[in-house]
């Protein structure tokens, strides 16, 4: 961590005190974030709102990826995966939800990451054990949010 880099960020519009600024986030993700420019506002505004040590657990364990994404189309190859970090994908139908709404899915799916939940998607879950994570998931997130509140 940089000395001197809580300096709020003017991009970003909440009242607290931002810990995290657009470039820090990014560059404590190893430049490994390939998503839009406001997908990134986000992400830094995220880990804002979270105790200062979840948020570096989360830019050392997990990268953003999302469909604006300058590219049409890109890969990742085994190399990539040599940090072993998980993976979050922000769709655009995500900026259909208001701010608070935005934020609490980021957070709950760096929770999902803390929580080391299998994704339904790439593992056969129950929905008994995938109602389990969601409801896991969104308590860690709350319970970041009171903590930093
Ligand atoms: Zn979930």
């Known amino acids: 961590m940089k000395e001197g880099s ?18 820090e986030a990014d560059c404590l993700f190893g430049g490994m974030n390939s998503v839009s420019d406001e997908f990134r506002l986000l992400i830094a505004e995220a880990l804002s709102r979270i105790p200062r040590k979840e948020a570096d657990w989360a830019a050392e364990n997990v990268a953003f990826f999302s469909s ?53 998607i790439f593992c056969k879950l129950s929905q008994e054990d995938t109602d389990k994570q969601e409801k896991e998931a969104d308590a860690l997130a709350q319970k970041w949010l009171r903590k930093n509140a």
């Open 6 to 23: 809580d300096v709020p960020s003017k991009n970003v519009k909440i009242e607290q005190k931002v810990k995290y600024s657009v470039e």
């Open 68 to 120: 604006s994404f300058r590219e049409y189309a890109f890969t990742l190859n085994p190399r990539d995966w040599k940090h072993k970090v998980g993976l979050i994908f922000l769709d655009e139908s995500l900026k259909e939800k208001d701010e608070d709404g935005q934020i609490f899915m980021v957070l709950h799916e760096i929770a999902h990451n803390r929580l080391k939940h299998k994704s339904p």
